[in-house]
């Protein structure tokens, strides 16, 4: 495929604060065609498979453009706890790194910046959300509020429990899910909801 007949297919990916080399394969652009923009400038590459187009401009209202990048930048990782409450407003704290979860038995560098957890149920609770027109791997509000009562301190999770029983709208937690993620961890939970509920 000639360059910039691959500029024109790469044209709505260059709008996203952030590209994956998957994505421009899904869409026909090879890897190789990715390097020689980057060569010539018309890409930057942020991190190993992680692309912006050049003439991007960062919004200083795009607050997770580097919990994108991180998360980008270790494969097959899941925002979790910290990261994942502040990504759903359900913490006052703002995260000093990024956390990332990788599945029990991953080897990864470490990376100044980000803590990585290691879990052993990295199936539950998974799901993906957009931010900024990115789509990232993050478990969801339920299980992100049982992680915190098994690994954060208990203050934090249950502000975070707090907050989501408070939200309404798409933003509601289902607390059916969030008893059945608490029963498959083996985390009791009907004491925290209780005593929040009544």
Same mark, same amino acid.
């Given at each position: !495929? ?10 709505? #990916? ?8 998957? +994505? ?31 003439? =991007? ?6 607050? $997770?453009?580097?919990?994108? &990048? ?20 359900? @913490? +006052? ?5 990024? $956390?990332?979860?990788?599945? =029990? ?15 052993? *149920? !990295?199936?539950?609770?998974?799901? &993906? ?14 299980? @992100? ?5 098994? #690994? #954060?301190?208990? &203050? ?23 008893? +059945? ?6 985390? *009791? ?7 929040? !509920? @009544?």
């Amino acid at each position: !495929m000639r360059s910039t007949a691959a500029l024109f297919i790469l044209a709505h #990916l260059l709008e996203k604060p952030y590209f994956t080399s998957k +994505e421009a394969k899904d869409i026909g652009v090879h890897p190789a065609t990715l390097s020689y923009y980057v060569k010539t400038g018309l890409l930057k590459r942020m991190r190993r498979g992680v692309y912006q187009g050049i003439g =991007h401009q960062n919004s200083s209202t795009f607050l $997770w453009e580097d919990l994108i &990048e991180t998360a980008y930048s270790i494969k097959g990782s899941v925002v979790c706890l910290i990261s994942a409450l502040a990504v759903y407003d359900l @913490t +006052e704290e703002i995260p000093r790194q990024h $956390w990332l979860a990788i599945r =029990h038995g991953t080897s990864t560098k470490t990376v100044r910046g980000i803590k990585v957890l290691r879990y052993r *149920n !990295m199936k539950l609770g998974r799901t &993906e959300i957009e931010l900024e027109g990115v789509k990232i791997p993050i478990f969801d509000r339920e299980r @992100t509020i049982i992680d915190a009562f098994h #690994l #954060l301190s208990r &203050e934090t999770a249950i502000k975070a429990l707090k907050a989501a029983i408070a939200k309404g709208g798409k933003d509601r937690i289902d607390l059916i899910k969030l008893q +059945e993620y608490a029963k498959k961890l083996r985390f *009791n939970i009907a004491p925290y909801l209780m005593s929040i !509920m @009544t």
